[in-house]
């Protein structure tokens, strides 16, 4: 059975540009999660939908991020405009239903902002 | 206090042991419990949950809850060299604002 989707693998791009990360829950799993993980902070929740519903966005770090999940087989994580502190790994998983079920990570977007 | 905590290790133990890995939380209500796996440069990888008070056994891996000391475990017996990992504790907090927090995971490291 297919995974978590996540493309691109690897984006190096410059301060200013707009960047999307793009992913594709497993199929029935009704909730989509995306993090970031570095170094120093670890991972971090930014954002969680269920149902293709937004549930806690209190970790997208500013206005400058934002991600929709247009149906149950999509999601994108859109930085406008990029930062060089923006740069990390960025993962989406997802779980059959909400925050009690295991949640099941993809291969990660590996983000650098020049 | 942080919510989930673990020691950053490295975690050293020869080939053949049993390693045990610890996490403390500080929600005393938390229900559910997560422990993954991260290789370096890859993602977390599922290897156990658990949800209520004792143990649970998977293969070479044994998940330990304590709800009233607020901690959860995972021993790996007979410890391998691919085990090497670093093993990250996730907790599911209750009340009204839920989420799951993620620890800074445990370095192992299986000497041959």
């Known amino acids: 059975d297919a995974g978590v989707i996540q493309s691109p693998r690897h984006e190096v791009t410059e301060m200013g540009q707009e960047v999307t990360l793009r992913c594709k829950p497993i199929s029935g799993h009704n909730s989509l999660f995306w993090y970031r993980q570095t170094m120093m902070r670890g991972l971090e929740l930014l954002i969680y939908f269920n149902n293709n519903v937004p549930i806690d966005d209190s970790g997208m770090p500013e206005d400058r991020f934002s991600a929709k999940m247009p149906n149950a087989s999509f999601s994108t994580l859109k930085i406008q405009p990029s930062e060089p502190r923006d740069s990390a790994v960025y993962f989406c998983a997802s779980s059959l239903q909400g925050l009690n079920q295991p949640q099941h990570f993809g291969d990660g977007t590996r983000l650098s902002i020049l | ?112």
């Open chain 2, 1 to 112: 206090q942080k919510e989930v905590e673990q020691n950053s290790g490295p975690l050293s133990v020869p080939e053949g042991a049993i390693a045990s890995l610890n996490c403390t939380y500080s929600d005393r209500g938390s229900q559910s419990f997560f422990w993954y796996r991260q290789y370096s440069g890859k993602s977390p990888e599922l290897i156990m949950f658990i949800y209520s008070n004792g143990d649970k056994e998977d293969g070479r891996f044994t998940a330990q809850l304590n709800k009233a000391s607020q901690y959860v475990s995972l021993l790996i017996r007979d410890s391998q060299p691919s085990d090497s990992a670093t093993y990250l504790c996730a907790v599911k907090t209750s009340g009204g604002y839920q989420k799951v927090t993620f620890g800074t995971g445990t370095k192992l490291q299986v000497i041959p």
